[in-house]
């Protein structure tokens, strides 16, 4: 648990059931060394939720760029609140969310219009990031708001193939 070893990273991991879907959520502080960790957590329990060995990689490559990019944004923008993972196996599929608290400027307040150079530069490795998330999942969505930015995956399972 969080604080429980002087000087150790702050991390948090839990598992929990309802409405017949297991989560495991995992809170890391932004560091890029805690992303490794969020990549093998990832294919454990993707692998336990009954996704293909064949796309585990895909699995662990897409949750490695979706940690790195909030890692990245949080900081960038000097935000030390934890970087957030649900994964959740559903009856079909497998998901996984990688959560950041970076408002979206967009979303409460007006753009000026004119970002700075660090802006610009976050924006490209931002965009950059993303592609190589789509590139390996067929099914994602990129949601920000006022609280932050959610990268959503999924994966279809075992279960999927199997005809009801």
Not at 25 to 49: C, D, G, I, K, M
Not at 69 to 86: D, N
């Amino acid at each position: 648990m969080p604080g429980d070893t002087p000087g150790a990273p702050e991390a948090y991991a839990r598992t929990f059931e309802g409405d017949g879907m297991a989560t495991v959520e995992l809170r890391f502080s932004a560091q890029p060394e805690h992303v490794r960790t969020a990549r093998l957590v990832a294919a454990a329990v993707a692998r336990r939720a009954g996704v293909d060995e064949a796309v585990l990689d895909e699995v662990r490559l897409a949750v490695g760029e979706a940690c790195s990019r909030a890692v990245g944004l949080h900081r960038s923008h000097g935000i030390t609140a934890p970087v957030s993972v649900a994964l959740t196996e559903e009856e079909k599929a497998f998901s996984i969310e990688v959560g950041d608290s970076v408002p979206d400027p967009g979303a409460d307040s007006v753009d000026s219009g004119a970002p700075d150079a660090s802006e610009a530069d976050g924006e490209g490795e931002d965009e950059m990031g993303l592609a190589v998330i789509s590139g390996l999942v067929d099914d994602v969505e990129v949601r920000s708001g006022a609280g932050g930015g959610v990268i959503r995956m999924s994966w279809p399972t075992a279960d999927a193939a199997v005809p009801s």
